[in-house]
């Protein structure tokens, strides 16, 4: 599998996997114009996209939805639950709401509740042959029931969204930062990288730190947060990059 982060933040998410025989789109966040500019960079047209997964419907993650389908017509996967707020999609022909695990093409992806504010929030692993990647953001906390799931896999784009420091002594109302910090809000760096040490083994090739804010965190210190625990941990991994709003990543091959 080939993997591109195309925007990762609170303006706009969006993420690009190619298999041996689709084209998948993860979340249509930011605008229809900068997801076209950054799938040419990757030589890849729109229309190409054969499946897009969406984990919830807040706007930073269905921007672009309603102008992208104007014009292509992927087969969509999303909870029922999200309907009433994507109400544009009442009439779209490829829609599919199946939260049991998916096998088609060669390839597996399972479906997994997160906790997050926003009707049938998901995140998602896909699988194809002895690659894995594992896609989590928006989340207040991991149920231990997928920590199996979740253990020794090829690549994780993972939220690490705010330092609790900057989150608390920064200019947020406080109704916001209590949102933020709930169980239902976003992962902090610390919550990531006590997952992660928990989570990366022999096979896992890549991590992709995701969702970081702008107001609440930097990639300095998002990284320094898991290296310092995976240090603690005594696991050696280094190939940690950082996802940002408005630069696609290096593709990574898996």
């Known amino acids: 599998m080939l993997v591109s982060v195309l925007a990762s933040g609170s303006e706009g998410n969006c993420t690009f996997i190619q298999t041996k025989n689709k084209k998948i789109l993860i979340d249509l966040g930011m605008n229809n114009k900068y997801i076209t500019s950054k799938l040419a960079e990757i030589d890849v ?32 996967f999303l909870d029922e639950k999200m ?24 390839l597996t992806v399972e479906i997994l509740k997160t906790s997050h504010d926003a009707p049938g929030s998901r995140a998602y692993i896909f699988r194809e042959d002895d690659s894995s990647v594992v896609y989590i953001t928006d989340t207040g906390y991991i149920n231990q029931k997928y920590f199996d799931k979740l253990t020794n ?71 320094d947060t898991l290296k310092s625990s995976l240090s603690e941990n005594n696991i050696k991994f280094n190939n940690i990059i950082v996802a940002k709003q408005r630069e696609r990543t290096d593709c990574v091959e898996i």
């Open 83 to 106: 309907l009433p707020e994507l109400e544009f999609l009442n009439d779209y022909p490829n829609l599919c709401f199946d939260n049991s695990t998916l096998n088609f093409d060669g």
């Open 153 to 223: 896999l090829s690549l994780y784009i993972f939220e690490s969204n705010h330092d609790v420091e900057m989150l608390m002594h920064g200019k947020y109302p406080s109704w916001l930062k209590a949102r933020i910090r709930n169980d239902e809000g976003h992962l902090s760096n610390n919550q990531c990288a006590f997952y992660l040490s928990k989570f990366i083994g022999p096979n896992t090739k890549e991590v992709v730190l995701a969702h970081i804010s702008k107001e609440n965190n930097t990639p300095e210190i998002a990284l």
């Open 45 to 76: 047209l729109p229309s190409e996209i054969d499946y897009v997964f969406i984990t919830h419907t807040h706007a930073d993650h269905t921007g672009a939805m309603k102008t992208f389908f104007k014009n292509n017509t992927p087969f969509v």
